[in-house]
Nanobody, 122 residues
Framework: QVQLVESGGGLVQAGGSLRLSCAAS????????MGWFRQAPGKEREFVTS????????YYADSVKGRFTISRDNAKNTVYLQMNRLKPEDTAVYYC???????????????WGQGTQVTVSS
């Protein structure tokens, strides 16, 4: 498994932007598909976006499509989540995940970070 550490969360006003980063340990980062999930209070963890090992393929939840962008830098062992036009309903703990396929389900990923809080005020 790979160790993942998220950063970049915080408080932002609606309409604003944040960029999350997820740093991975080890020299095998490029062999993992990566994903971002989020969990709001009282709700289940949900898929946000994922990216294939080379970064060629990306997938997004409908709720973030056109506002969020996932990218990765395999030389830096880091995956990013650029979040624009944030809405109060984007408020959640955001988790980075690594897996063998760039799927959209929790079961597609087997390594998880500790999460970073994103709060969007109205």
């Amino acid at each position: 498994q790979v160790q993942l550490v998220e950063s970049g969360g915080g408080l932002v006003q609606a309409g604003g932007s944040l960029r999350l980063s997820c740093a991975a340990s080890g020299r095998t980062f490029g062999t993992y598909a990566m994903g971002w999930f989020r969990q709001a209070p009282g709700k289940e963890r949900e898929f946000v976006t994922s990216i294939s090992r080379t970064g060629v393929n990306t997938y997004y939840a409908d709720s973030v499509k056109g506002r969020f962008t996932i990218s990765r830098d395999n030389a830096k062992n880091t995956v990013y989540l650029q979040m624009n036009r944030l809405k109060p309903e984007d408020t959640a703990v955001y988790y980075c995940a690594a897996g063998m396929i760039s799927g959209t389900g929790l079961a597609d990923f087997d390594s998880w970070g500790q999460g970073t809080q994103v709060t969007v005020s109205s």
